[in-house]
Structure formats: C-alpha cells, structure tokens
C-alpha cells in the first residue's frame, strides 16, 4: 500500500569519493535533495567530476516527477534541459527482469557464486542534526582474477558500506519514502528483485556495488550518512597505483571510497515552481529514428 505523503523535506548532504583509475581521483560534491509529495529536485555541485581536471565547479538539477512520468536534468543558466520518460525506463527494467527471471527458469543463468551480504549492528545510535540515527554496517565478500593491475592471479576483496539509519517516522524518510515511489515507477523494484546477484553484478552499468546497494534498498529507514569502502587484498607492494591511495598494514588496498555527511535537514514548506524546469528553457532535440 502506497504511504501518503507526511510533508515536504530537504536533505544536504556533502559527498567525498576516491576512485583508482578514475581522472581525477577524488572529487567533493554538494548535493541537496528536495521531496515534495510525487516530486524530487536533487542539486549537485561538484568539484572533481570524472573527466574533468580543471578543477572548476559543475552544478547540475536532476527533476523527477513521478506525477508527469517522467525526468528532467539541466544546468542553471542554460537554455535547454533534457527530458527524459520514465516509461523507457519502466521497459527497459521490465525487459531486464523478464529475462533474468527466464533465464533462471531454463537454467542457463550464471550459478549465484557470491558471498550472501552480511548485515551487522553497530548496536549503538547517533544523533545527526537532531535525528537519532541507527548504526548499520553491510558488507560483501567477493573474488576474481584481475588482467589489469595483476598477471590474472586471484584477489579478493571486501565491500562494506556503514549506514546511519534515520527511523521511518523521521523527516529525512520522505527522501525514502519518494525513493521507494520512484522504483516502482521505473520498475526499478522488479529489476533488483529479480536477479540473483551474479546475474546483477554482470548486467551492463551495474556491478558488484549493486548486490549491495540492493541491501542498502531493503534496510529500515533512510541512511542519512554512510561511508562506503572497496577494499582489494593481494595487489602487488611495489604497484603504482597514483596518489590518495592508502594501504593498509596488512597490504589490503581502499580502491574506492565514498562518505556522506549530512549537512542541514530542512521541513519547511517548498514552493511548487522549484519542482519545474527553468521558464524559458526548451528540451533538448533529439534524432529522429
């Protein structure tokens, strides 16, 4: 059963990523997310964006509107946006998910080899920004042979992400609340749902991240703050892999890293024309088939 809208809610948070082989490596976004009954606005502004070495700021608008079926991205300042149906999406999950469920039917999908996702209780809360917060940790154990960094040999590693977990009467699990609504709107649900995790960790644009943020999904209440970590065992010592990197004393290497602090949680009345794209601006052309 659908849950009604409570109120409308603004959520910053501060994100820090570090990636190996990513150009540049680390990057500092601003992202602020507001919900207001079937709509989303998520504000980004990042400094590092993949791709770009200049250094300079980037800011990007990301509209959802479940209640026009589809999204909508732009930069402030310029005069085209791109439109984007949630019914391409819905069909393309929907597709995904008939297929992963046919292929497990007639037994020609890849055996589910992964380690199941642990989920473990820190047993302890924190109180951020006035929510009193659970503590979680999930974490994945997986392996594979390596052609880029090492001669094939065999590595393991570990994906855990430790979440703060505001509770689902809280102002912060409307963001949950319109993300749940959004997944069953793109059949994103079904997607996830469907697969087992090998069969999503190869999907084209998933991965192993996904298997876990698929537990994340089905985690109580929101995750206000997190700090994610993909840590490799058996890379080799004297392998140059650029700077930012730590080593651990055991020779484990974080190749990713990812952590969300929350910044300011907002309940105040949001106006309508914040959820619209900017007067004046036009879709972007698209080829015609």
């Known amino acids: 059963m659908r849950a009604p809208a409570a109120a409308d809610v603004t959520v910053r948070v501060r994100e820090s990523s570090f990636s ?4 540049p ?4 976004s601003l992202v602020e997310t507001s919900i207001k009954a079937s709509m989303r606005r998520v504000e980004t502004l990042t400094q590092g964006a993949p791709g770009d070495t200049s250094g300079r700021l980037v800011q990007s608008v990301q509209l959802d509107r479940i209640d026009r079926d589809s999204s909508f991205y732009f930069r402030p300042g310029d005069s085209l946006y791109l439109p984007v149906a949630l019914s391409a999406v819905r069909e393309s999950n929907r597709r995904s998910a008939s297929a992963f469920a046919r292929a497990r039917k007639e037994g020609t999908a890849p055996r589910d080899t992964l380690a199941a996702v642990r989920t473990i209780d820190l047993g302890r809360s924190r109180t951020i920004l006035g929510t009193v917060c659970k503590g979680v940790v999930l974490e994945m154990v997986f392996s594979y042979r390596d052609s880029a960094m090492t001669n094939g040999e065999e ?9 703060w977990l505001a509770p689902p009467a ?19 649900d079904s997607f996830l749902a469907a697969a087992n995790a090998v069969q999503l960790a190869q999907a084209r644009g998933q991965g192993l991240v996904s298997v876990l943020q698929r537990a994340v999904r089905g985690l109580p209440g929101y995750p206000l703050e997190s700090t994610f970590i993909n840590l490799l065992h058996g890379l080799p010592r004297g392998l140059q892999l650029g700077e930012g990197v730590e080593r651990r004393p055991d020779g484990a290497v974080i190749v990713q890293r990812t952590v969300r602090q929350a910044l300011a949680i907002s309940d105040a009345p949001l106006a309508p024309e914040r959820f619209e794209v900017p007067p004046g601006a036009a879709p972007v052309a698209t080829r015609k088939p």
């Open 25 to 28: 490596p680390q990057s500092e």
């Open 170 to 188: 809280s102002a912060p699990a409307e963001v949950r609340r319109f993300e749940q609504e959004f997944a069953r709107a793109t059949a994103a």
């Open 20 to 23: 190996i082989g990513r150009m």
């Open 155 to 163: 590595m393991t590693g570990v994906l855990t992400d430790t979440v």
